[in-house]
C-alpha cells in the first residue's frame, strides 16, 4: 500500500469524475441553454398545424426576447384556446428550442393546476411553495421557464402570488426575474376564437386571412369577463403583466389529417393517406350544423393510430 499513489489515484480518479460530471449534467450555460431561432421557425412551419397566429406570434416574442440582453421583464405568454389545439405542444417546440434537454430540462417547470394545487383548503401552503421554488430556481438559473397549465382552474390567490415575479422589477429580494419565460395555458376564451373562426369559415373567407385583431377584442373580453377564468381574478391583465395573448383556432379535418401524418412519420411508419384519413373521419366534428372544427383537436391522434395500423 502506497499512500501517496494511492492519493494521487484518488485525487485523479475524483477530478476525472467531476469533469465527466460537469460534462453531462445539466448547467446553467450556454452549452446547455442556448436559443435556435431557426430551429423555432422551422419547427412551428412544419409541425405545427393550423395556427398561423400563435405561430407568427410565438416566433416574434420568443425571439425579440432571447436576443435581447437586458429585458426589462421575464417574457410572458398566455396560450388561449380549445382542447387539443397545439399549446402543450407548442410549449415543447419552444423549450426544445431554448434548452438542450428540452422539456426534460431540470431549467423547464411545468404545474398543472389540477394536479399540483388540487385543494383549495391548501392555497396557503402552495402559495409559499411555489414562491419559493421559483425564487430557488430562477436564483440558481435565471434562464428559467415556467408553465402553467390549466390556467383557468388556478386558483385567483395563487395567481396573484407569482405577480410579482412577472412585473418590471430590477430585483426582488436580490433575485432577478427578467430573463425567465412563463407560459399560461387556458382554455379560457376558446369558445370566442371558435366563434371567430366559425364565422370567418361561413363568410367563404380564408382561414389564414384571419389576424390578430380578428380575435383580440373578443378574447380579451371573454377572458376577462368570465368568473371562471382566473384571470377576472387577478390584475394579471390590468397591470399589463401578460406581454402576449395568442389565440389557438380549433382545428379542421385537414388539420386532422396532417397530424395523423405526423403521427405515423414520428413512428417511423409510411405515410398512408387512407389511413390518416380514417383517423381524421372517426373524430367528432362540431357545431352540429356545419361539422367543421374537430370535438378534441388532435389529441386522441396517437390512440386511433394505434388502431388502424
Ligand atoms: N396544431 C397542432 N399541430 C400539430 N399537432 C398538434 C396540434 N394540436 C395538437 N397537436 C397534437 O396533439 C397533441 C395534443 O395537443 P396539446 O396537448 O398541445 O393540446 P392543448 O391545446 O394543450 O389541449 P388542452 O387545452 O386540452 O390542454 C400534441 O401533443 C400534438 O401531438
Sequence with gaps: FDPITTSVGVGLFAAVGRTIYKYFHESCDTKWIAFNATGL?????????????ASRIILRAVSGFMSNENPKKPLVLSLH??????KNF??????????????????????TSTLH?????????????LQQWIKGNVSSCERSMFIFDEMDKMHPGLIDCIKPYLDYYDKLDGVSYRKSIFIFLSNAGGESIV??????????????????????????????????????HTSLIDKNLVDF???????EYLHIV?????????????????????????????????????????????????YYT
Design 245 to 251: 395573448f395568442v389565440p389557438f383556432l380549433p382545428l
Design 117 to 129: 394545487f388540487p385543494h383549495p383548503s391548501l392555497i396557503a401552503t402552495y402559495k409559499s411553495e
Design 258 to 306: 396532417q397530424c395523423a401524418l405526423a403521427e405515423m412519420k414520428a413512428r417511423n411508419l409510411p405515410p398512408d393517406m387512407d389511413v390518416a384519413d380514417q383517423v381524421a373521419k372517426d373524430l367528432v366534428y362540431f357545431p352540429k350544423s356545419e361539422r367543421v372544427f374537430s370535438v378534441k383537436g388532435c389529441k386522441t391522434i396517437e390512440s386511433k393510430l394505434d
Design 195 to 232: 366563434q371567430t373562426t366559425l364565422d370567418f369559415w361561413k363568410a367563404g373567407r380564408i382561414r389564414e386571412e384571419m389576424e390578430l385583431k380578428d380575435v383580440e377584442t373578443s378574447l380579451s373580453l371573454s377572458v376577462f369577463n368570465n368568473n371562471k377564468s382566473g384571470f377576472f
Design 81 to 86: 384556446g380549445w382542447t387539443g389545439t397545439g
Design 90 to 111: 407548442v410549449s415543447k417546440l419552444i423549450a426544445e428550442n431554448v434548452y438542450k434537454e428540452g422539456m426534460h430540462s431540470s431549467f423547464v417547470h411545468v404545474f
Design 41 to 53: 421557425k422551422t419547427d412551428l412551419d412544419e409541425k405545427l398545424f393550423g395556427q398561423h397566429l
